[in-house]
């Protein structure tokens, strides 16, 4: 999923350039990756701790 965020994004720029939207768009997907990032630490943790 990462990595196809990236892909879409760097395609963005390249017909865009950095436009608002764009920025707009490259904060959410930074804060998609983060929070999946967080959410799959999290779970490790909690199966670390059940096992």
Known sequence: MESELVDILSKLYTKYGTTDEV???SRVIDILVVNKQKVT???YINFKRLN
Do not use: A, D, P
């Open 23 to 25: 920025l707009k768009l």
């Open 41 to 43: 630490f999290q779970n």
